[in-house]
């Protein structure tokens, strides 16, 4: 029976070091995929610091994220299905944007302070393009499937899109926009709140935010992060 006892007991007690290695590794591989994509995203805009955009002859602004942000890659069908069930606040954009580049010191500052996740979506490549020729408006790329799914989900939210010619023209594209930067708010598949661009009085994305401006950002972005509480 003491012998008995003893075999009981050492198997306890392996199985418990077993869940517990297991738990620690969990842990910490959990912390490299987030240090993978905190890294990732700070160097992917960073870089771009004292560059040239050469379409517009302009430096990239400057941005300053912290290697402890809270940011979080999914892709364009994760951020679909985030928009139908998920919680969460969905960050919509690329790096070479100028008004991405203007939100996102604020954005990740504020993310931090919250202790609120940034669940990025660059939308780059995905979303269509047209072109204006002759008089003529024609989509020169279509958007991928994911990003009308996108569009679907937040379509009470996008205004329609319109394209002016060199002299004033305004064509319809016929469909709505997602624009960058856009940020959107989601509670168990509900919208709480949307937040396109920066602030109204930066007419551009390559001006430097003042620090009132960065003030009325911030504010705007916690009311927007509170509202999923």
């Not at 999914?74 to 928009?83: D, F, R, V």
């Not at 396109?196 to 007419?203: A, F, I, L, N």
């Amino acid at each position: 029976m003491e012998k008995r006892n003893k075999i009981i007991l050492i198997t306890v007690v392996i199985l418990t070091l077993i869940v517990i290695a297991v738990c620690i590794y969990c842990i910490i591989n959990n912390n490299h995929v987030n240090n993978s994509d905190a890294i990732k995203f700070r160097t992917e805009y960073m870089e771009l610091n004292d560059k040239i955009n050469e379409s517009v002859g302009k430096n990239y602004p400057l941005v300053n994220i912290s290697v402890d942000n809270t940011v979080k890659y999914i892709s364009p069908k994760e951020a679909t299905k985030m928009l139908k069930t998920g919680t969460g606040l969905i960050y919509f954009g690329f790096s070479n944007c100028p008004w991405c580049r203007s939100l996102v010191s604020v954005l990740t500052d504020v993310a931090i302070e919250k202790e609120e996740n940034i669940y990025y979506v660059d939308i780059a490549d995905i979303r269509s393009s047209f072109i204006i020729e002759d008089g003529k408006l024609s989509k020169n790329k279509k958007g991928t499937k994911d990003y009308y799914n996108i569009l679907e989900e937040l379509d009470e939210y996008l205004d329609e899109y319109y394209l002016e010619d060199e002299v004033g023209n305004k064509y319809d594209t016929e469909e709505k926009r997602l624009y960058a930067p856009t940020l959107v708010a989601v509670k168990k598949g509900k919208i709480t709140g949307i937040h396109v661009g920066t602030v109204p009085s930066q007419q551009n994305g390559y001006d430097k935010l003042s620090n009132d401006e960065i003030k009325e950002l911030e504010k705007d972005i916690i009311k927007l992060i509170e509202k999923n509480k």
